[in-house]
């Protein structure tokens, strides 16, 4: 494992002339969450949770980051024929895991859960919660569209919810996409959160609750805790939704997390005590 992961991602940015997605401004607010207009950047290559896994399969190994940028354009570690896929795709996984230079200990749990398989819950969990919080359209309509719909006992999902979704995100105005770009947005969108369990079906696609491991509920819980969430705002994080949970469920998963001894949670009617252990790089969780 890498003993200092905010040194690899200095590397990366110091890299000259690197730029992940150039036509886009990052508008982080807090610790990656992208609070920008409405993105099209997944119009296209969906989750890439099995290439975001040889990514960190090779930082895992030791490979600096700078060595797996040049690797994954090369073709050395995707295997995409045209060099511009492999752009491209090196440009999502960067915006969604390290231009935001994210703490050291963000990428050592990405790292330590790599060496698993790409399907576990530990590995595609993380990669989730970040491809989701990394893109402002992913997490509205999780959270906003798909949470309430869980809730409401519907559970087939269409292409056009998602666009009926950005229809009614304009507010009336006129659409800012062309109608092919909306439905183009739509089922990539739709089959990353089947890559992400929240979704089965190939064309018919309906909602199911994703396995969610303890590893990404802690990893969440520092995400959350790192923005200046503390204790009842914790619970009450929209984050959760993305696991489409209600507040008992994410307290089911915190009295999980105590009784393994990793965090202190305490809920009493609207009082919630929460207490997370310092991380440290190096402590891959």
């Not at 087939?156 to 062309?178: C, M, Y």
């Not at 089911?252 to 949670?265: T, V």
Request: net charge positive; charged share 25%; with cysteine.
């Amino acid at each position: 494992m890498l003993r200092n992961a905010d040194l690899a991602v200095r590397q990366l940015a110091d890299q000259q002339g690197e730029r992940s997605l150039p036509s886009e401004l990052d508008t982080t607010d807090r610790l990656g969450r992208d609070s920008g207009p409405y993105s099209t950047r997944n119009s296209s290559k969906g989750s890439l949770l099995l290439e975001a896994h040889l990514v960190f399969r090779a930082l895992a190994s030791g490979t600096s980051l700078e060595e797996v940028r040049t690797a994954c354009l090369a073709g050395k570690l995707l295997h995409q024929s045209a060099r511009e896929t492999r752009h491209r795709i090196w440009e999502l996984l960067h915006w969604r895991f390290f231009a935001w230079n994210p703490p050291g200990w963000v990428l050592e749990d990405l790292i330590e859960a790599a060496r698993g398989d790409v399907a576990s819950p530990w590995f595609s969990g993380l990669v989730y919660i970040h491809y989701a919080r990394r893109d402002h359209l992913t997490f509205d309509f999780v959270t906003d569209k798909l949470a309430g719909l869980w809730t409401a006992g519907v559970r087939e999902i269409r292409r056009q919810d998602v666009i009926d979704f950005l229809v009614e995100s304009a507010n009336g105005e006129r659409p800012k996409w062309r109608e092919s770009t909306r439905t183009k947005v739509a089922g990539n969108l739709l089959s990353a959160l089947r890559d992400f369990g929240l979704l089965t079906g190939v064309q018919r696609k309906r909602l199911q609750l994703p396995v969610v491991s303890p590893e990404a509920v802690l990893h969440l819980c520092y995400l959350l805790e790192a923005e200046g969430f503390r204790g009842r705002a914790v619970l009450d994080a929209r984050d959760w939704q993305l696991f489409l949970w209600d507040v008992r469920d994410t307290s089911q998963a915190l009295a999980r997390l105590a009784q393994r001894g990793e965090i202190r949670f305490e809920r009493s009617g609207a009082t919630v005590v929460l207490e997370l252990p310092k991380r440290l790089i190096g402590d891959a969780r």
